[in-house]
């Protein structure tokens, strides 16, 4: 898929942003004001009549590279809508830790703050349980990054009765298991044995891996070896010497970077050097605090978004996000990005105003949704369906020398 530009009159300065600081107590961080950090701009006050936008995702904890990259995206885009001057945002952001019942806890925080529209939630299982208070209350939301199917249907086993309000900026788990599969089968020169290393009491892993092996399956791709862990284990040798000693060339990863970082370095360790392939829960794993980026050379990763892209977008996006926060914007930031940009184009096509209820608002986003096309930072002519799936291609990236570099087919 080629990746076109999404220019609304150019990239408008970044402006200071109405922004509550997170507290860990999840306390509504709409309500106070940040902390000043050094050469941090001053928060300007919400502009009248603002439609009010809002979601959870890890701000501290082991995934909070996730979380900041969302957020981090989100204030951008709101500070360059909010400079152009047709509609008004505000938002803010709760810390889940990437705990269900923290989310619940947060979704109950952005309700009391007022909560028009929503981002949902950064991670996949905190989606999933809050995903039925949205239905319950009638708000419109779309996650960056909560790719599993349980965000988005009531009955994820069987991808039925879905939500209706609630949709998805990134490509769900099955479609990464079957996309991932996919892309080794036609690359075989990567490797023709795979191993699997997948988390088993975690939603988004066992939804990439089913779809992964059912898929291979289908393809001729050879699995050898197949192993699972739970919760949170940081010894995986014995995972590792089964993959190895099956002849596995390929290691299939369909986990988040946390573990993925871990099995690198006992990888290396024991002398196995397969071609690592992760999917989009990989992403971060260059930012990770303490880890050596030199084994995480050669890794490919399937994701929506290359920051090394020469659209002009993605290069404006970049260098904005880089100023601003030090760093290279990874795949959440891009779909967290994405999402404004999608919602500020619906509520313009549709009209609303923030004075209504967030059930007509609700009806007016989803019609748009269901029927316009939009074309952003990870995908053009991006599309959604009436259950809130969202259809766009995934493509390769590979690190090579500490960052990511599209792979060119």
């Known amino acids: 898929m080629k990746f076109e530009k999404l220019l609304k009159g150019g990239l408008a300065a970044f402006m200071a942003l109405s922004m509550a600081a997170c507290s860990n107590s999840g306390s ?42 969302v957020k981090n995206a989100a204030e951008i885009a709101v500070s360059e809508i909010n400079a152009e001057g047709k509609i008004a945002l505000e938002f803010t952001m709760e810390d889940d830790e990437h705990d269900a019942e923290k989310a619940v806890n947060a979704y109950n925080a952005l309700k009391d703050w007022g909560l028009q529209i929503s981002l949902l939630t950064v991670t996949s299982a905190p989606g999933a ?13 779309i996650t960056p990054s909560g790719s599993s199917l349980a965000v988005i249907y009531g009955d994820a086993a069987n991808a039925a009765n879905p939500y209706g309000n609630i949709f998805q900026m990134c490509f769900t ?85 946390q573990p993925a970082s ?18 989009d829960g990989m992403d971060g794993i260059l930012s990770m605090e303490g880890f050596d980026t030199s084994l995480a050379e050669g890794v490919y990763l399937l ?23 030090g760093e290279t914007p990874n795949q959440f930031a891009a779909d967290a990005y994405d999402c404004i940009y999608a919602i500020a184009q619906a509520i313009e096509a549709s009209g609303v105003t923030s004075d209504m209820s967030n059930a007509d608002i609700k009806d007016a986003l989803v019609s748009q949704f269901t029927s316009m096309t939009f074309n952003g930072l990870t995908g053009s002519d991006v599309n959604w369906d009436a259950s809130g799936e969202v259809s766009k291609a995934p493509k390769a990236v590979v690190i090579k020398n500490g960052v990511y570099v599209g792979v060119e087919d």
């Open 28 to 69: 509504s961080a709409a309500t106070e004001t940040p902390a000043a950090e050094e050469g941090a701009e001053a928060p300007a006050a919400a502009a009248a009549g603002a439609f009010k936008i809002g979601l959870s995702g890890p701000l501290t904890g082991g995934a909070s590279v996730y979380g900041q990259a």
């Open 129 to 141: 349980a809050v995903a039925p208070l949205y239905q319950e209350d009638s708000t419109f939301a």
């Open 173 to 257: 788990d099955p479609n990464q298991g079957v996309a991932s599969a996919d892309y080794l089968a036609a690359h075989t020169n990567l490797g023709t044995k795979v191993g699997i290393i997948y988390k088993n009491d975690d939603q988004y892993s066992i939804g990439i891996h089913d779809k992964f092996v059912a898929e291979a399956a289908e393809k001729g791709l050879e699995v050898v070896s197949d192993e699972a862990f739970m919760g949170e284990d940081n010894d995986f040798n014995v995972q590792i010497t089964k993959a190895k000693d099956a002849g596995a060339d390929i290691l299939f990863l369909p986990i988040y970077y």
């Open 262 to 279: 871990t099995i690198l370095k006992q990888a290396n360790d024991m002398g196995y050097a397969p071609t690592v392939f992760g999917v």
């Open 303 to 325: 994701t929506p978004f290359s920051a090394d892209a020469s659209d002009d977008l993605t290069k404006n996006f970049v260098a904005n996000y880089q100023s601003k926060f």
